[in-house]
């Protein structure tokens, strides 16, 4: 990924921060940490939730918690950040 003259970021360090900034919010994994999206300034996350919490405002920390760091450590300015919760943890 390149974040401008002669700065590249590597596959794996933008995954890597993206899943420790969502699993950041209490009760999120990322399920498949390999297979982020980033389609155009969108991303894609699929997530697995502990049962019991409050979906809704889990989804709108993660879609924060992500938005920041992205924008923070990598100067990407995202359009927006879909979150699609998969499974319920137990």
Do not use: W, Y
Request: charged fraction near 25%.
């Amino acid at each position: 990924m390149n974040l401008g003259p002669g700065i590249e970021l590597a596959d794996a360090a933008f995954v890597a921060l993206v899943v420790r900034a969502a699993q950041s919010v209490e009760g999120v994994r990322v399920r498949r940490p390999r297979k982020l999206e980033l389609d155009g300034a969108r991303l894609e996350l699929a997530l697995a939730a502990r049962l019991g919490l409050v979906l809704p405002e889990l989804a709108r920390d993660v879609q924060a918690r992500v938005h920041e760091a992205v924008e923070t450590m990598c100067g990407i300015r995202l359009a927006g950040v879909d979150v699609t919760i998969e499974v319920l943890d137990t």
